[in-house]
């Protein structure tokens, strides 16, 4: 039986557009990653785990929530996970999950209290900050070193100045981020040489326990013999938007959408806004119940392809806010059926690097924009799937 066929089992006939969030996948992929990288990894969950939901993605890849057991032992047990906001993390906390958090993004003075309540680590790295830090108790917080993405964090010719604050409220762990560790090696090991730079600089004010860690997914996926340090941050290849030619990692994110009307066009006639794609000889045409309000983006007008049947079906016209056409003329279609527009249907695939580049943004912008409107739906599509019974 093909995959479209359990998934007409699964999901109710009045579901239009959904999005499948598959936590095998992403059990799957942290596995791989965790091996690539030699150390236990921090899930980032960000933009609510790049739009595919952060609590249920922390919950698949087996992070502690009050009440549950989690399904992934050590030493393959995420070591926490890393937030951009603490928005982000009292939705966490809200929901029951007990694991420790990161805050990467820097916080403002006036949020350290908040931190403080939910139980966060913030990236510190202003001397007020740090010092303000200390007085409301020094719990663990992280030192964002700045190696070149000039975005966040202390230069690492500049450090010096915080070692007297470091001896009195000891970092739990010191980071850099990676601005093209996924196309460039050389600027990585300029980064790398600038982080021991500033590693060496701090000597003893860093402590000895410190939990070091750099590596973003592309940096895991740079090097063959793990990643530096004792931790690394992936976000894009967890998802499986990224270095699926490298390693083996699997699609996540499935977005679906019905066929909700079916009409053969004549030769010249137009299809959708502004009369951008016009038929040659007599076609057939679905309409899917998807359009940019789902996150499937205008730019892919007259040039993306959805999978039906496991078969690539070539936009035809305009996406709209709602609706989106294709040609099916080489498909046996039917009102009902089920349109893959990113991910796996059967043994064919939209990754969300491909679908990315026909609508000209990068996978991680696919990937968030998803979060619009379409529901998500998590699951295991592995074959032990309650699912898939
Ligand atoms: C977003 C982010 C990551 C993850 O980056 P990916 O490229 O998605 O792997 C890691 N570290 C920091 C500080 C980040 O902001």
Known sequence: MSDGHHRAAIYPRHHRAWLEVDGAALRHNARVLRARAGVPLVPMVKADAYGLGAVAVCRALGLPFEGATPQVAAPDAPWGVGVASLDEAAELR?????ARILCVTPLLATELTRARALDVRPALHRLDDITAWRRLGGAPWHLAIDTGMARAGVRWDAVAPLAGALLAVPPEGVFTHFHSADDDLASRDAQDARFEQALATLGDAVPADA???????????SRTTGSPGHLARPGIALYGGMFDDVLDLAPVAHLRARVVDLREVHDGESVSYNATWRAQGTRCIATLASGYADGYRRHLSNRGEVLIHGHRCPVAGRVTMDMTMVDVTDVACAVGDIATLLGRDGDACLTAGMVGA?????????????????PRFHLDLAPASPFSA
């Open 94 to 98: 809200e929901s029951g999950c007990t």
């Open 211 to 221: 939990l070091l860690h750099r590596d973003n997914s592309g940096g895991i996926v």
């Open 358 to 374: 026909r609508a000209d943004v990068s996978p991680y912008e696919l990937l968030v924009g998803l979060a619009l409107r379409v």
